[in-house]
Each structure stands twice: as structure tokens, then as C-alpha cells.
């Protein structure tokens, strides 16, 4: 039973800034320059090129295995027109977010562990994604990447109450996101919902982040939504990081035939992901 | 040498399948579209063709099967979701000599 003592939702997320940070300036620049009749490739590139520490990211990242791109890029210009503008943003969105929840107390959470996990999440979402043909498949590493924020919402900002529902979740056994439920009336995909739609994120990725500890509830199983929950189940099972639950989540019983996963299918996904994790975390964790 | 995953341009179209033994004339025809790296396996030897879980003892299987069975909060092995992900990760355990 929730207690009267936990913070509500509402008053977590108001905490919680609804600027982007220290990118901000760029994601601005980007807009003008795509509202403007003169918009080009370069003048999105040299936009993006007055961060620098962007820069290096995004050459870095268009030149490794996540892409796959067979010649090498050297300017930001030559890699957005490869990569593409949305993507571009989505991964200075990624940055933010990482760089938003930096500087995190580490007796309350193993950062580079949570980041580590979601982000073999968002790779694993990507390739499964793309696999299925379905569309943006950049967005889905986004919505992996984000799957457990509400999670960091909750350390940064109740810190006492995080501490009691860790508690619990030892205590009683049970799936950290049950613990959450049972002790604040809510879980970290409600809290990750409301943050994103605080941040004004597009409906798909509130939606897919938002319902994946949920899909039980669900009488259809959105494809979006069942993307996100497989990622972090096999990632999980593949123990690559933690996000505050050490043991795998229970598998809703249709994913597996949602996705249309077969043997050989999990086979190839799961090589793909250490073959991409390695550039992915430099890229985001250890640039 | 085999090609252990699809090798695909840029705009997604197939080059080389999954499977298909690596010649020289393969090997021009990346270069061409300017790819510098595929994933191959080497050839299937005996060691390659062999389940890596017949490698274990059933002392060992059962052992390694108990501790992996412990990460899952529910190990329901009518879903066939939960048994191939079980299935793979028992396996790369065994491959990435985790024996116990």
C-alpha cells in the first residue's frame, strides 16, 4: 500500500528541470537552421560543429561499428548527410540525458553500470528494429537508452524514499519495479512517462518507454512497446550492466512472437550487440 | 571461412549472405563497395561443429543450469521466449569458458 509519506509523481517530476542543458544552445541552432528557406547539410554541420565536444562524439560514433559505414568520415558534414538530421538530433538528445543525470551520488546508484545496461538496451532495440523494418529505427536506441530514467528521477530526487523501496525489493523478493509499485503507488515507467512528456518528447517514445514494464495490462501488444521490454529482458539475461534490478524481469508471454524472434535470429542479435557495445559506451560514457 | 552474419551496402541490399564461404573474388567485392570489415567463423572443424553444451558433464550442465536459472525472478519454460534466451545464454557461458 502506497504511504503518505512517499512523494507523489507530480512533485518528483516539477523538480526536475525542463531544459535540455548544456546542449541546449545547439538543439535551438539546429531548429533555426531547419525552419530556415536556406537550410543545407553543411549548415546543420558547421550548427553542431560550435560544440565541439558534439563533434567528437558524432565522428566518433558515425566512424564505428554502430553504423558500419565502410569508408571513414572526417567531417560532421559528411556525417549527418550519411546518418541523417533526426538522427543527428536523437543522438544529442542521448548526450543530454547522460550529461543530465551526471554527478549522481555513488552510494545511491552505479552510474556507469546503469548507463551501461541502457545502453545495450537502446543497441539491442536499434538492431531489433531495424530487423523488423520498422520505421526510425535511431528512435528505438533512444527509447532503450531512456527505458529506466524514472529510475534516476527517483534517486536524484527521493533519495530516502529509493532507499526504503530497495528495502523492500531485497526484503520481499520481488521485481524492483513491483516494490515501486507497492510502496509509491507508481514505478519507474510512470515516472519515465511523465518526465518525457515534460520534456515534450514525441508520443512514440512516451509510449514505448512508458509501457514496458506495463504490457500485461495491454489487450494489444504494441510492436514499440514490445521492442523495449525484449531489449531490456535479454540484455539483462546477458548481464551487461544493472539498472538497480539485478535479476532478470518476467517476459510477457507473446513478445518472442510479436517480434517474430527465432533461435538464429537471438543468435545474431546477441553478437551484434557486443560487437556494437564497445564503441557505444566510448562514445557515451567514456568520451 | 564462413560469413556468420548478412553483409549489407549502405542502403540495406544484400552483398553476401549469412553462411556463405569467403573467396578472393568476395573479398574484391567489399572492397569495392569500400567495406573494410565482415564478421566470418573459421571453417567447420570439429571443435566448430560440436554443441558446446556436450562439452560439460551432466554434473557441470545441471550445476551451470541451476546457478543461470537463479538470475531470472521467473524462469517459465512454456514461454519460448524465456527458453531460447536461456538456451543462448547457457551456451555463451560454456563458450566463454565459464566452467564451473
Redesign the interface.
Known amino acids: 500500500m502506497k504511504s503518505l509519506n512517499f512523494p507523489p509523481l507530480e512533485q518528483l517530476i516539477s523538480s526536475i528541470s525542463a531544459s535540455l542543458g548544456s546542449y541546449a544552445p545547439v538543439i535551438e541552432e539546429i531548429k533555426a537552421v531547419l525552419s530556415s528557406p536556406q537550410c543545407s547539410l553543411s549548415s546543420v554541420g558547421m550548427a553542431i560543429e560550435k560544440d565541439p565536444d558534439l563533434t567528437a562524439r558524432l565522428l566518433k560514433l558515425a566512424n564505428s561499428?554502430f553504423y558500419?559505414?565502410?569508408?571513414r568520415l572526417s567531417t560532421v558534414t559528411e556525417a549527418v548527410s550519411?546518418i541523417g538530421i533526426q538522427q543527428v538530433q536523437d543522438l544529442i538528445l542521448s548526450s543530454s540525458i547522460i550529461d543530465k543525470f551526471a554527478g549522481m551520488p555513488p552510494e545511491s546508484i552505479d552510474m556507469a553500470s546503469f548507463w551501461r545496461h541502457s545502453l545495450a538496451c537502446g543497441t539491442c532495440a536499434r538492431i531489433l528494429a531495424t530487423e523488423r523494418r520498422l520505421p526510425n529505427a535511431d528512435k528505438f536506441f533512444v527509447a532503450g537508452l531512456l527505458h529506466d530514467v524514472g529510475r534516476l528521477v527517483l534517486y536524484q530526487q527521493a533519495p530516502a524514499a529509493s532507499k526504503l523501496v530497495f528495502q523492500r525489493y531485497q526484503a520481499d523478493r520481488m521485481?524492483l519495479q513491483d516494490a515501486e509499485q507497492r510502496m509509491l503507488g507508481f514505478d519507474n515507467s510512470d515516472i519515465a512517462r511523465a518526465l518525457l512528456q515534460r520534456w515534450n518528447y514525441p508520443d512514440f517514445l512516451v509510449q514505448a518507454v512508458g509501457a514496458h514494464h506495463r504490457m500485461g495490462h495491454l489487450s494489444h501488444l504494441p510492436v514499440e512497446a514490445a521492442v523495449v521490454h525484449?531489449s531490456d529482458?535479454?540484455v539483462t539475461?546477458?548481464?551487461i550492466g544493472c539498472s538497480g534490478d539485478?535479476?532478470?524481469?518476467?517476459?510477457k508471454?507473446r513478445?518472442?512472437?510479436v517480434l517474430g524472434?527465432t533461435?538464429e535470429k537471438?543468435?545474431?542479435l546477441?553478437?551484434?550487440i557486443d560487437?556494437q557495445m564497445q564503441s557505444v559506451e566510448e562514445v557515451f560514457i567514456n568520451n | 571461412m564462413l560469413v556468420s552474419v548478412d553483409v549489407k551496402n549502405m542502403d540495406g541490399m544484400l552483398l553476401l549472405p549469412k553462411g556463405c564461404e569467403l573467396t578472393d573474388r568476395h573479398i574484391n567485392i567489399l572492397q569495392a563497395w569500400g567495406i573494410s570489415e565482415i564478421v566470418v567463423e573459421s571453417g567447420a572443424g570439429p571443435e566448430g561443429s560440436v554443441d558446446p553444451l556436450a562439452k560439460l558433464t551432466p554434473e557441470e550442465l545441471v550445476a551451470l543450469t541451476s546457478e543461470l536459472k537463479s538470475l531470472f525472478w521467473q524462469p517459465d519454460e512454456s514461454n519460448p521466449g524465456y527458453q531460447a534466451v536461456f538456451q543462448a545464454i547457457l551456451k555463451r557461458r560454456v563458450l566463454r569458458g565459464a566452467r564451473r
Open positions: 561499428a558500419g559505414f565502410g569508408t550519411l521485481p525484449f529482458y535479454l539475461a546477458m548481464q539485478r535479476l532478470v524481469p518476467p517476459l508471454s513478445t518472442w512472437e524472434m533461435n537471438l543468435e545474431t546477441m553478437d551484434a560487437e
